[in-house]
């Protein structure tokens, strides 16, 4: 299991009510999909320790949160233990991104050449600012380059190669 690359998922955060239920501070773009009935999470605890594998057995959203009932938990006492701990999936587990669009994770230390071939550097950060992210290039020198994630920037992206191939507009190098 250590070996396995694992995506924080939510954190139990209290218990809630008297039924064993838990509130969980979402950490995915996706609670719809890890929080629905059925889904199959892992606990792990705030210090060193084993996780725990869970189920689902019906959520809801509540002020930002969200409340799970845990299959085989079924009183306050049995989930009081739990608060602090980490949920978990596998990598294996990720959604789906529509064409286009990324994990961050598979972008930072891809490699980036122009459209003539010529070797610009690895992305080493991802920012946000505003209408669309900037990839940072650490270039041979140290030197940062900052290229928009526009269509007229980025010309292909090969995940599993890891490299991406760009078209330098003017005034970006």
């Known amino acids: 299991m250590s070996e ?10 209290n218990t809630h009510g008297i039924k064993g239920e838990v509130k969980v501070w979402p950490q995915t773009d996706f609670p719809e999909v890890r929080f629905k009935s059925g889904s199959k999470l892992l606990m792990f605890p705030p210090e060193k320790g084993e996780p725990i594998t ?13 409340v799970l009932k845990l299959k085989g938990f079924d009183n306050i006492n049995q989930v009081e233990k739990y608060k602090g ?10 959604v789906p991104l529509p064409e286009g669009e990324y994990y961050f994770r598979d972008i930072v230390g891809c490699s980036v050449e122009t459209e003539e071939g010529e070797q610009l550097g690895t992305i080493t950060d991802i920012l946000s ?3 669309n992210d900037i990839w940072v290039v650490k270039m041979p020198k140290g030197k940062e380059l900052l290229l928009p994630v526009i269509d007229d920037v980025v010309l292909n992206v090969d995940v599993a190669a890891r490299k991406i191939k760009v078209h330098l507009m003017e005034g970006l190098l």
């Open 54 to 66: 869970i189920e689902v057995a019906a959520s809801r959203e509540q002020k930002n949160m969200f």
């Open 4 to 13: 396995e690359r694992l995506l924080n998922i939510g954190k139990i955060v």
């Open 129 to 131: 600012p505003g209408a």
């Open 85 to 94: 701990w980490e949920l978990k999936v596998s990598e294996a587990e990720r």
